[in-house]
T-cell receptor, first 114, second 109 residues
């Protein structure tokens, strides 16, 4: 099992450009999450999904959109990138209702917006 | 909302014992999790406490006091490889976690 994978690993964007980050998991987990991590700020939840076809906002959703068309994939989109979105983005998954305390993380995507 | 407080940095020497504290304020509480993150890596799950008391997993133990809104992670027989950031996180519902800002542990020879 590959666990949680993220594509790409690194990306540099110019202000105003758009991009999509892809997260895939092969553990048949129901719940998937997108976090951003900035120095000294810990992990902050952007959006999450409790099942195929569902999404919900987290703590810092502005400037991002997500989709969960297939159970194993969770996409994070930036429609018009801003320098404030320079961060490390982590995707995570958890098995089912009541197991959100144990999340499995991907290796991260390091995004720089110039 | 939720807020969590943990020290920003802790230092210790190999073989020692170190305790990382976490206090939280949350509108609802189901449990406290701990995660480890090595520099540049993915966070990995260490432990979870839903009830008061101590949970032991090898060299690591985690404690929770729900009445005090307080928990800690105890690392024994420290090794150089334990140098990492440690995050506490609260479950205030069934779906999500709220993470603290992390404690950087530096283990020296």
């Amino acid at each position: 099992n590959a666990g949680v994978t993220q594509t790409p690993k690194f990306r540099v964007l110019k202000t105003g450009q758009s991009m999509t980050l892809l997260c895939a998991q092969d553990m048949n987990h129901e719940y998937m999450y997108w976090y951003r991590q900035d120095p000294g700020m810990g992990l902050r939840l952007i959006h999450y999904s409790v099942g195929e076809g569902t999404t919900a906002k987290g703590e810092v959703p502005d400037g991002y959109n997500v989709s969960r068309l297939k159970k194993q994939n969770f996409l994070l989109g930036l429609e018009s990138a801003a320098p404030s979105q320079t961060s490390v983005y982590f995707c995570a998954s958890s098995f089912r209702l009541g197991s959100a305390y144990e999340q499995f993380f991907g290796p991260g995507t390091r995004l720089t917006v110039l | 909302g939720q807020s969590l407080e943990q020290p920003s940095e802790v230092t210790a020497v190999e073989g020692a014992i170190v305790q990382i504290n976490c206090t939280y304020q949350t509108s609802g509480f189901y449990g406290l999790s701990w995660y480890q993150q090595h520099d540049g890596g993915a966070p990995t799950f260490l432990s979870y406490n839903a009830l008061d008391g101590l949970e032991e997993t090898g060299r690591f133990s985690s404690f929770l006091s729900r009445s005090d809104s307080y928990g800690y992670l105890l690392l024994q027989e420290l090794q150089m490889k334990d140098s990492a950031s440690y995050f506490c996180a609260v479950s205030s519902g069934y779906s999500t976690l709220t993470f603290g800002k992390g404690t950087m542990l530096l283990v020296s020879p």
